[in-house]
């Protein structure tokens, strides 16, 4: 027994030495402050245009693999129940929609399915005439058949996708009228309509039902109740859809995962990777597909998406050449671990700003923090400037409320609270919390100021800003105790409103709507007001924009809103994240987006002599 | 006729076996600075004063501390922000204060001086949120040789009394007990405790040692077992029982101080075990809670530094292996020195 200890660590402190002593000497002395070692910054200012990060020196050609690293893997790859945001990245190359984004006026108009659209005066009756020359990766024709079973599939109640579902509450009908035609009619009018039903991804009939199970029931069917309790065939479907077996293509034998997309489905082999081949069929494959980004649908053989949770293992792949991108990585990697003369050489680093903020959320029905002046005074006690700087090296960027930053709903003429402890201490005082028992921590009626503040187990920089919070808010009376959670108990902890402090990452897009995260109606009943914001005033305006088609007048009845949330802080809106990414520089045409994630690898094509190479 | 050597006591005897190997006592003197750290670790790194003359008036900082902590005292009014390093610009002449060696706490962050590497003023540097690294390995040694003691008096004592129970009467308490010892040690240890762990609601060391504690006793058990059985029938024992003793006095003051010494030599082996899973644990993130710093938390919070930060490796990583290895060496020593048949 003691031997084998001994000589356990006797290697243990070999490894310790030479790692350190070995790999130090490939440190580049000097740190660059620009230029080279820290790589390109994409800030996408307010024209939102795209952003080319390698040389335009060569003629884009098609070809090549490219290996990709993401941190989670999905638990499935049916679109429509899946709740990761890792299997709507992955089956966005498979699936497509009838419309996306115009990555030139980043309106949403630019034709996919769809050839044409009109919507009509009343503004509730949207119609699409489809292209002819679309086909699903089995040869069938893609037609509007395709595009009612889609809509009947997404509002079955009891197909497994209702964090979906709920957006598509006012569709009450649609039709098919010849088969390339479809129209669909919502009960009232809604800003995002056009994104929600030209942007649901369109699965293959044929595929999910051969027996024509829906065929019976309309769109209103499946709305009301009565049918959808009496009819088994609706259930039976249901079931079906849920388990299908192209939901979960996993192993050597799996069923290919039939789509209509410019990538096929190849393989997903569970804990490892996910690939994807080039569709040689694609209706884009000859025509031009994204205007200003892409002339193909499609320049790359083969995409293999690898899954690695750790960022110190990912790293280390793309440094071994295990991996061709990395996407996102620690900041700390991106500043100290990769300026070494190797590194910069082989790869080009690149930061993008992506529509994701990071906050801090009060639970607002906490007797500590249910009065707006100690909120303030929480926001004016957390040195964010010094966060942002130090911790995660400046790649955040300020952010006073929950729109994006280069959007039109930002509201521009708020201040940031400053970060002002004096003024903070003042706050809390008159809002009745003063130390009366003498025990060094502030009391009112009775409950001391101490409260639990949840971070995520994985979550580097939430575990800082919590030890930074620990230290600075005891030295002003106030106690914070840290609790670390794995996040499937984070998450159902955060439904059941069972926390008093959270801090986390809400994705956005271009343009959002508030409703969801800010209307009282959404408070409880795992709604995702969480925090319990009430506002009778922003209810209102959340309720009266959602109708209002005027953009100028919705933007102003939003600036408003961003007023109130500024004065009553339910959260301390933290920073917009720039993800700071790597890749290897034989790879052209990386451009990047303002819509999440980044990049699209339409664009992406591998110079070199590598054309076809294997994995 | 042989001249009779003066006769020696048991652990007269024993010292001096020990003492012949010079390893062990260089070991055991390495264990008494630990212990020496481990006591006084609030007076060798703090960012409070031991004394300090304030406005007039002597104040004694770190003991205050130990007041509030543990007897419910409150702060004088002025150190309520407990900042007695920026009280300094409001001393008057004659003020002064005698701060720790390190003068700095382990939760005390300054971003200014983040991954520092080592220096004068941090003499094993500073971490990504400008934490003097000595100062968190003085507090951690606290952590890791408290776990170390701890959770191996728990698993002894659980051991003890059912080894001692199984093997005093035999028959089908021995069963029981011997059936118990072989469903505890077919879980691999490491699984076990993580899976505890992981429903555990809050994390706190006092969980990992009760756990370690819990798991960590078959061992003690079964050479308890074996050490009763040798001796249960010998005349002491025989004569115990014929004088009617109750078996709760024959098992512990008569056999069980027969029985211990194999047991002392694994507890100090134990005690090194424990350590190191406490450390791997911290490392996976299983262990302490984010704010306490443990051996192990440091090394597992500078993975992601290396190569540049090799100073949050070494060092924490040297910790480990200088105390597991003094303990496995004085567990080593002390039980040559109790083997008679090595005796010379």
């Known amino acids: 027994m003691k031997k084998s200890f001994l000589i356990q660590f006797s ?8 790692t350190n002593s070995g790999i130090r000497s490939l440190v580049t002395p ?21 952003f080319d990060s390698s040389p335009m020196d060569l003629e884009p050609r098609q070809g090549g693999t490219l290996v990709v690293a993401v941190s989670a893997e999905p638990e499935n790859l049916n679109y429509y129940t899946s709740t990761s945001a890792a299997a709507t990245r992955f089956l966005d190359y498979i699936y497509e929609p009838l ?27 949207f119609t699409f005439k489809l292209r002819e020359n679309c086909y699903w990766h089995d040869g069938q024709p893609l037609t509007a058949i395709d595009i009612l079973f889609s809509f009947k599939a997404l509002l079955n109640p009891f197909v497994d ?20 035609f479809f129209s669909i009619t919502t009960s009232d009018t809604y800003f995002r309509n056009l994104e929600l039903l030209g942007g649901l991804a369109i699965m293959p009939k044929h595929i999910w039902d051969p027996k024509g199970l829906m065929d019976r029931f309309s769109i209103a069917d499946l709305q009301n109740p009565s049918v959808t309790r009496e009819e088994a065939s609706v259930r039976e479907f249901a079931e079906a859809f849920n388990t ?37 069929n694609y209706w884009a494959d000859n025509h031009p597909y994204i205007e200003g980004f892409s002339d193909k649908g499609a320049y790359l053989d083969r995409i293999v998406i690898k899954s690695i949770t750790d960022p110190t293992a990912m790293l280390t792949a793309l440094k071994s050449g295990e991996l061709d991108f990395l996407p996102r990585m620690r900041a700390v990697q991106y500043f100290e671990q990769t300026n070494t003369a190797d590194f910069v050489e082989k790869f080009q680093k690149v930061s993008y700003v992506v529509p994701a903020y990071s906050y801090i959320g009060w639970n607002n029905d906490k007797p500590y923090f249910s009065d707006k002046r100690v909120r303030q005074a929480m926001t004016m006690l957390i040195n964010l400037e010094a966060f942002n700087k130090y911790v995660i090296y400046g790649m955040g960027i300020p952010t006073i409320g929950p729109f994006y930053i280069y959007g039109d709903q930002y509201n521009h003429n708020i ?201 | 006729m042989n001249q009779m050597a003066p006769a020696r006591t048991y652990s007269q005897i024993v010292s001096s076996q020990f003492k012949r190997n010079r390893l062990a006592v260089l070991s055991l003197n390495v264990i008494f600075v630990l212990l020496f750290i481990f006591i006084f670790a609030d007076f060798l790194a703090n960012d409070k004063p031991i004394v300090m003359r304030y406005k007039g008036e002597t104040y004694f900082p770190v003991f205050r501390e130990y007041g509030v902590n543990m007897l419910g005292w409150n702060w004088q009014d002025e150190f309520k922000t407990q900042q007695f390093k920026i009280l300094e610009s409001r001393y008057e002449p004659g003020d002064w204060a005698i701060y720790p060696v390190i003068p700095y706490s382990p939760n005390e962050y300054n ?15 500073t971490d990504e949120l400008g934490r003097d690294v000595l100062s968190q390995m003085i507090h951690g040694a606290r952590v890791s040789l408290l776990v170390g003691f701890v959770a191996v008096a728990i698993y002894v004592a659980i051991g003890i009394l059912l080894g001692a129970l199984a093997g005093f009467y035999g028959g089908v308490i021995d069963i029981i007990i011997q059936r118990l010892i072989e469903i505890m040690i077919t879980f691999p240890r490491m699984f076990l405790i993580i899976t505890i762990v992981a429903v555990m609601e809050t994390q706190s060391i006092i969980n990992i040692m009760i756990i370690l504690g819990l798991t960590g006793w078959t061992g003690v058990a079964r050479f308890t077992r074996a050490e009763f059985l040798k001796v249960k029938n010998e005349d002491y024992v025989v004569a ?71 100073w949050l490796t070494t060092f924490p990583g040297l910790a480990i292996f200088i105390t597991v290895t003094v303990y496995n060496l004085v567990g080593e020593g002390l039980r040559d020195a109790l083997d008679p048949r090595l005796k010379q």
């Open chain 2, 111 to 125: 971003l200014e001086v983040k991954l520092q590497p080592p220096g004068l003023v941090h003499l094993f540097g």
């Open chain 1, 415 to 615: 201040e940031p609270w400053p970060y002002d402890p004096i003024r903070a201490v003042e706050l809390i005082e008159e809002a009745g919390w003063v130390d009366t028992d003498g025990d060094g921590l502030r009391d009112k009626d009775g409950i001391p100021f101490s409260f639990t503040f949840s971070i995520s187990a994985g979550s580097k920089n939430s575990k800082y800003l919590s030890l930074m919070m620990k230290e600075d808010l005891r030295k002003v009376g106030i106690e914070v105790n840290i609790r670390q959670l794995e996040w499937s108990v984070y998450v159902e902890n955060l439904r059941d409103r069972q926390f008093d402090v959270v801090s986390l990452l809400w994705i956005g897009g271009l343009e959002t709507d508030p409703y969801q995260i800010w209307h009282s109606d959404n408070i409880g009943d795992r709604g995702s007001n969480y925090i319990g914001f009430r506002n009778a005033e922003a209810d209102s305006l959340l309720i009266a924009a959602q109708s209002e088609m005027d953009k100028t007048k919705r933007n102003a009845l939003y600036y408003r809103f961003q007023e109130i949330l500024h004065e009553e802080q339910p959260y301390t809106f933290m920073h917009y994240q720039r993800d700071p990414g790597a890749y290897l520089k034989e790879f052209r045409g990386a451009k990047w987006i303002p819509i999440r994630p980044g990049y699209k690898f339409y664009s992406w094509w591998r110079a070199g002599a590598v054309q076809g190479a294997p994995l």
């Open chain 1, 11 to 18: 290697i243990l402190l070999l490894l310790i030495i030479f």
């Open chain 1, 99 to 125: 419309l996306d984004y115009n990555y030139e006026t980043w309106t949403f108009e630019r034709p996919i399915i769809a050839e044409e659209f009109n919507i009509s005066e009343d503004g509730k009756t």
């Open chain 1, 161 to 180: 996708d209702a964090p979906l579902r709920s957006s598509y509450s006012k569709v009450i009908e649609a039709h098919i009228e010849g088969p390339y």
């Open chain 2, 240 to 310: 115990a029982k014929a004088l009617g003793y109750k078996d709760f006095r024959t098992i512990f003051r008569h056999v069980l101080p027969n029985t211990l010494t194999p047991v002392l030599v694994t507890a100090t082996f134990g005690v090194a075990a424990a350590i190191l899973i406490e450390s791997g644990l911290s490392f996976l993130g299983f262990g302490a809670p984010p704010e306490q710093a443990t051996w192990g938390s440091l090394l597992s919070s500078a993975r992601d530094m290396l190569p540049s930060g090799w």
């Open chain 1, 30 to 50: 000097e740190k660059s402050e620009a230029g080279d070692g820290n790589g390109i910054r994409v800030d996408l200012t307010e024209d939102v245009s795209i």
């Open chain 1, 244 to 280: 299908h077996a192209q939901g979960r293509p996993v192993g050597d034998d799996a069923e290919q995962i039939i789509g209509s997309g410019p990538y096929k489905f190849e393989k997903w082999v569970t804990g490892d990777y996910m690939s994807l081949i080039r569709n040689d």
